[in-house]
């Protein structure tokens, strides 16, 4: 059974502050690893994604991959209240069109 | 480009009818997902088709269907509807490849409501 877990949260910062968000996943192989973000009422937009172990930046959001631990995070950086929605991870294991959501992380950022 | 739509937007159902929903991806997408987002279990992958063939099929009961058109349009339809079904079921569209790291959009999502 492959699985993805994420903290529900909600997870608090203040703006201009660093949200770290985790991401944890129950199968090893060849993977590739999606954040996207969820404002309430709307549908999930792409982040960025990632495939393999280290880091890969996009603007203020950085993603990390540690395929030895079965972890993955999205940082982001200077938080804005703006980014306040809920974060999903999800997973392909190299099944075409299927992808494995953990049950997303609840951001708020507060002014 | 335009984006992924889906139609109708809203839906309000009864017990034991049947639904048809409609996703139209982004041009030149050839893969279709579909999803079902419910509070208690989050985002769960329904099926995927690729070039009018289901190509993953997630852990959902056969009152689940779907099929996908040669201009890679696709429909999903629930029959004999229950209450736990009230869902927002959301359609993604990718461009097909086997790649893991081929990305998927999601459309806006019908929300479905069964009394």
């Known amino acids: 059974q492959k699985e993805v877990e994420q903290n529900s949260g909600p997870l608090s910062v203040p703006e201009g502050a660093i949200a770290s968000l985790n991401c944890t996943y129950s199968?090893?192989?060849?993977?590739?690893f999606f954040w996207y973000r969820q404002y309430s009422g709307k549908s999930p937009e792409l982040i960025m994604f990632i495939y393999s172990n280290g880091d890969k930046e996009d603007g203020r959001f950085t993603a990390q991959l540690n395929k030895a631990s079965q972890y993955v995070s999205l940082l982001i950086r200077d938080s804005q209240p703006s980014d306040s929605a809920t974060y999903l991870c999800a997973v392909n294991w190299n099944q075409g069109g299927k992808l494995i959501f953990g049950q997303g992380t609840e951001l708020s950022v507060k002014p | 480009k335009a984006g992924v739509t889906q139609t109708p937007r809203y839906l309000i159902k009864t017990r034991g009818q049947q639904v048809t929903l409609s996703c139209s991806p982004i041009s030149g997408h050839r893969s279709v997902s579909w999803y079902q987002q419910t509070p208690g279990q989050g985002l769960q992958f329904l099926f995927e088709y690729f070039s009018e063939t289901q190509r993953n099929k997630g852990n959902f009961p056969g009152r689940f269907s779907g099929r996908q058109f040669s201009n890679s349009r696709s429909e999903m339809n629930v029959s004999t509807l229950e209450l736990g079904d009230s869902a927002l079921y959301l359609c993604?569209?990718?461009?097909?490849?086997?790649?893991?790291?081929?990305?998927?959009?999601f459309g806006p999502g019908t929300r479905l409501t069964v009394l």
């Open positions: 199968d090893r192989g060849s993977q590739s």
């Open positions: 993604a569209s990718s461009s097909g490849g086997r790649a893991s790291t081929d990305t998927q959009y």
